[in-house]
């Protein structure tokens, strides 16, 4: 099955810096991966997915590039705000086009006012 | 659109008591619903995917007798934790899946088994 690795584990940015957070994935014929952003006590929040057959996507601060060949998408917000501080989740499914998701661990992202 | 719900948000019980978790999608049919249990600083562990209509299929070590799944509808899904225990204690989180590959999560129910 997949194996999905998330870094960093945590990051601590200003107000107003760029955020990056990088995941890697071990299928390659893995197709789809989503964002979560889970806040303290609540569940996962979808704020961006891609598919394997675009590189990059963009909705406003939040941007995701994929890179198939060495097989690693990342996580960019822009302009960061205070709420964005949250922990961010990224995923791939389980095998190639599975309905399982596997996640990555997990980035504990804090924004300093 | 795109929402679930979960019923309760959060529930103590007794030791040995058994609890039901409600998982709902609000506004769209859900071909798949997923149960995830999560531990304090940890990533989301996968439980079970279930399917309106069929049996539940459970993740390697997760006991089908401990945790029955009920999807009776494309709409709902329910989790019930059987003889509950401390160490059953933990966030639930259901996700429901349209036809395509996107989950969407539900609120979470915290269980606390005294």
């Known amino acids: 099955g997949e194996n999905v690795e998330q870094h960093p584990s945590t990051l601590s940015v200003q107000e107003g810096d760029s955020a990056v957070i990088k995941c890697t994935y071990s299928?390659?014929?893995?197709?789809?991966f989503p964002w979560y952003k889970q806040e303290l006590g609540k569940g996962p929040q979808l704020i961006i997915d891609?598919?394997?057959?675009?590189g990059e996507k963009k909705d406003q601060r939040i941007a995701v590039t994929l890179n198939k060949t060495a097989k690693h998408f990342s996580l960019h917000i822009t302009e960061t705000q205070p709420e964005d501080s949250a922990v961010y989740f990224c995923a791939a499914p389980y095998q190639g086009g599975s309905e399982k998701l596997v996640f990555g661990k997990g980035t504990k992202l804090t924004v300093n006012p | 659109g795109a929402v679930v719900s979960q019923h309760p948000s959060r529930v103590i019980c007794k030791s040995g008591t058994s609890v039901k978790i409600e998982c709902r999608s609000l506004d769209f049919q859900a071909t798949t619903m997923f149960w995830y249990r999560q531990f304090p600083k940890q990533s989301l562990m996968l439980m079970a995917t279930?399917?309106?209509?069929?049996?539940?299929?459970?993740e390697q070590g997760v006991e089908k007798d401990k945790f029955l799944i009920n999807h009776a509808s494309l709409t709902l899904s329910t989790l019930t934790v059987t003889s509950a225990h401390p160490e059953d204690s933990s966030f639930y989180i259901c996700?429901?899946?349209?036809?395509?590959?996107?989950?969407?999560f539900g609120p979470g129910t915290r269980l606390l088994v005294l």
């Open positions: 891609i598919r394997s057959n675009v």
């Open positions: 279930s399917n309106e209509g069929s049996k539940a299929t459970y």
């Open positions: 996700s429901a899946r349209t036809g395509a590959e996107t989950q969407y």
């Open positions: 299928d390659s014929a893995s197709n789809y």
